[in-house]
């Protein structure tokens, strides 16, 4: 059974590679990894371009970049 049901990922991979790249990464970082992992050169690459809520985007800029939350 298809992890991402509510998407032709062989389609979307297809019709626009890039946006599907990015979708991907949203996927398994807001979704979960299912047993995968996520490509660190792929994730600093869309990193302007993906979306993930604030609490997950200051954890992963500390473990990318060493940047330390501001309180």
Known sequence: MPYNWSIDEKKFKKEDPKAYKIWRIQQMI???LAGEKLDEKEVRKYWKKLFM???TRKFL???LWNKRPKF
């Open 61 to 63: 800029e500390l473990l």
């Open 30 to 32: 807001n979704y979960g």
């Open 53 to 55: 809520d604030e609490p």
